[in-house]
């Protein structure tokens, strides 16, 4: 019988013991679903994509491990934003991150209290933010400075000074674009330029207007930044290169890929950047009081190979400003 008690005496105790344990176990973490809208195609805009998933790291945020990432890719297709939105709004993720106006439309239609992460040219003319200090809603994240785009006409004029006719490839569908065509034309009318405008809202439409400008008696093309441009940027370098036209671009991709000529923020840099307020957000911070980062660095890109091959020089004032030198 003493045997039984003691028996007894020592299974109560170790269910005392062990019933502390299970009454504090913590449940499983919901790990944080992040949808992203990316404009272009995946073999376009995967290095984009990779430049944020590597922010994200630098963060803390491993994927596959504390945060799942939703990608979808509209593949420079307009109409595909609405309905990618629509569906990452309902795997119920915690954030959108959207890096082009259109997807960022498309989020903002699509839920008003998700959280949304933007990059875009113009956050205040496309209604996104009431400000850039106190965005004022559910979308912050990051904005270049549109004035880059008169800054691109300068830096053409500059290597090109008796140029006086300049087409510009724009996209009246991209806010971003409408923004730049206006700064651009401000920037022209300072350098007595006279600007010759190609509106672009399709892949198709990118070549058709391209292919018509050989009639048009350009002196020099100014290609602006977008989901739509970005997409379609072999196609806007080879046809320009076809043409012996002279260019400058809005990313420096473009250049890499043999274009004459970029200035622009770094869009990988940018991508990288935007996991900082993404990880903000996530750990309790509101879009709404989260101030638009702006781009303040530029990078100044020029081919070598590209302007013997058009016949012309940089000068050596662009050279020394230049950023980066492709031979």
Known sequence: MWCNTVGVIVMLTLGIL??????????????????????????????????????????????????LLELRWAEGKLERFADLAAELVRLKAALLFAPNTPGTRAARDATRTI???????????????????????????LSPILASTGKRLELLKELLPTASRVAVLWNPADQSNVAQWSEVQVAA?????????????????VEQ???????????????CGGYLTMQTRKQIVAMAAQQQLP?????????EGGGLMGYSPNLADMYRR????????LKGATPAELPVEQAMKFDLVLNLKTAQALGVTFPPTLLILADEVIK
């Not at 207007?209 to 290609?223: H, I, P, Y």
């Open 115 to 141: 959280p949304i992460v933007a990059i875009v040219g113009d956050p205040i003319g496309a209604g996104f933010v009431a400000s850039l200090a106190r965005p004022g809603g559910n979308i912050t994240g």
């Open 18 to 67: 062990v019933v502390p344990r299970a009454s504090h176990a913590q449940p499983p973490t919901k790990v944080p679903r992040i949808g992203i809208l990316m404009g272009m195609a995946p073999e376009m805009g995967q290095h984009l994509f990779d430049a944020f998933r590597h922010g994200l790291r630098e963060q803390g945020w491993i994927e596959g491990q504390n945060i």
């Open 247 to 255: 260019a400058v671009y809005s990313f420096r991709e473009f250049v």
């Open 274 to 281: 935007a996991a900082t307020p993404v990880d903000k957000i």
């Open 209 to 223: 207007v391209l292919a018509g400008l050989t009639r048009e008696r350009v002196d020099a093309l100014l290609v």
């Open 189 to 205: 009318q300072a350098l007595g330029v006279t600007l010759h405008s190609l509106e672009a809202r399709s892949t198709a439409e």
